[in-house]
């Protein structure tokens, strides 16, 4: 892929792609420290520019609380005994996975130079990610075991094998998607299924298609929306 000639779609969510690309090309110099020492790092992913992109667009009615996601994930690291260090938006910039993927290859590169510089300010040793996307792209697109030293995991990878115990307030039937980054990307199909398992009152079943033979989600309407990428989202749902 060149970055002289970067190809790039358009994405339907443009009040989503305005504000990464603003945030991406607004340069800061400043420096900054964490106020004390953490072994990981927790990034929740672009959940703040979500939610914006949700209540005041098409999309929904503003009922999405993508927030919830990562509130959800820092209680469970809690849970296992993990105080991260929170990488949100007042420090970080989104990953740029989409940039990336979409050829939008300047604004990937000034997303990537600003988040390297503040991983370097943090100190962290471990950087565990929410989202199977942002989890590749540090992983395998910033280098960061090799670049920085910093281990990169997904949370699910983070949280198994410490003796968590959960119980459902109901019983409950589970179905797990792999996803394409998480799955045939980076090859990580059972710590997901490991933790349903240690949750007492769920049964979990296996969609028709699964692990490598996972159907893609359609990249919902994130990257490119047309009448294939819906038809596998229905595919998909339907196995459900």
């Known amino acids: 892929m060149s970055r002289t000639k970067p190809y790039s779609r358009t994405i339907p969510h443009p009040l989503f792609e305005r504000l990464i690309v603003e945030d991406a090309m607004r340069e800061e110099k400043d420096s900054w420290k964490p106020e004390r020492p953490h072994e990981y790092g927790y990034f929740p992913g672009c959940v703040d520019f979500m939610d914006v992109e949700v209540k005041f667009t098409h999309l929904n009615k503003g009922d999405a609380d993508h927030a919830s996601i990562a509130a959800a994930s820092i209680k469970l690291l809690n849970y296992a005994n993990i105080d991260p260090l929170v990488l949100d938006m007042n420090i970080f910039k989104c990953s740029g996975h989409d940039q990336l993927w979409q050829g939008q290859l300047e604004v990937f590169d000034a997303l990537k130079e600003h988040n390297l510089r503040r991983l370097k300010e943090s100190g962290i040793k471990i950087m565990t990610c929410s989202c199977a996307e942002c989890y590749r792209t540090f992983a395998v697109d910033y280098d960061l075991p090799n670049t920085l030293?910093?281990?990169?995991?997904?949370?699910?990878?983070?949280?198994?094998?410490?003796?968590?115990?959960?119980?459902?307030?109901?019983?409950?039937?589970?179905?797990?998607?792999?996803?394409?980054?998480?799955?045939?990307?980076?090859?990580?199909?059972?710590?997901?299924?490991?933790?349903?398992?240690?949750?007492?009152?769920?049964?979990?079943?296996?969609?028709?298609?699964?692990?490598?033979?996972a159907l893609c989600c359609g990249v919902s309407s994130m990257m490119y929306c047309n009448d294939a990428t819906k038809a596998v989202r229905r595919k998909r749902l339907d196995q459900g």
């Open 149 to 213: 030293g910093i281990k990169v995991e997904h949370i699910t990878q983070t949280l198994q094998g410490r003796g968590l115990k959960f119980k459902a307030p109901e019983d409950v039937t589970v179905a797990y998607h792999d996803p394409c980054r998480l799955g045939r990307m980076m090859g990580e199909y059972e710590a997901p299924r490991d933790l349903i398992q240690l949750v007492d009152g769920a049964e979990m079943v296996e969609l028709e298609n699964n692990k490598e033979r």
